[in-house]
């Protein structure tokens, strides 16, 4: 077979965290073909998700559109090294990029330190400051209204 027929069965490809046991296999090969074969200490440790920010668009009339943030959080272990702040840096970028005049999101009067961390970083409290309130329809309500009784 040529060269270039077997070459074309491979792919070059960025390193992804997923691939970490099959790149730790490799460097024990590695090891073992430079003769070293138990000098390798790294162990294989499972790429843990420990935070997250969950997100959509939506569209305000007066303000364009938006990204509301509807979940945001950080296990608690891992709270206090700046993931959170990591995060927020990531969603504003993402807002920017796609043309978003603001981020909204809610936070539950009682969530002191969260709302702290909010307005630390230049957030507004809309509830206070231009008096919104949010309501909420639910099934029965939306059943009654569709029957238009
Ligand atoms: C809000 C939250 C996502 C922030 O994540 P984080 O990774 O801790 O954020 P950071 O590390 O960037 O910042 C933590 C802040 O708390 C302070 N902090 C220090 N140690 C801390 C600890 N052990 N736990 C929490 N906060 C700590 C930091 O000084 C920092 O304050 P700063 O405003 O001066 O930067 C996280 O605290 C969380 O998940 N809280 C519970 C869920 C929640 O309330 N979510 C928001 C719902 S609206």
């Known amino acids: 077979m040529a060269h270039s027929d077997t070459l074309s069965r491979f792919r070059v490809r960025p390193a992804e965290p997923q691939d970490c046991p099959e790149i730790l296999r490799l460097i024990k090969e590695l090891a073992a073909y430079e003769n070293m074969p138990d000098a390798v200490q790294l162990t294989e440790e499972e790429p843990k998700i420990v935070g997250f920010a969950m997100y959509y668009y939506t569209y305000d009339p007066w303000i364009g559109k938006l990204l ?3 979940d945001f959080y950080v296990m608690d272990d ?5 993931i959170g702040t990591e995060l927020l840096k990531k969603l504003s970028q993402i807002a920017l990029d796609t043309n978003c005049g603001c981020m909204h999101f809610l936070v539950v009067v009682w969530n002191k330190p969260s709302i702290e961390y909010y307005m630390r970083r230049g957030a507004s409290d809309l509830s206070t400051e231009e008096g919104w309130h949010l309501f909420r ?3 029965e309500n939306l059943l009654r209204m569709a029957m238009g009784e």
């Open 137 to 139: 329809f639910d099934k």
């Open 78 to 82: 891992y709270r206090g090294w700046g």
């Open 68 to 70: 509301y943030l509807e």
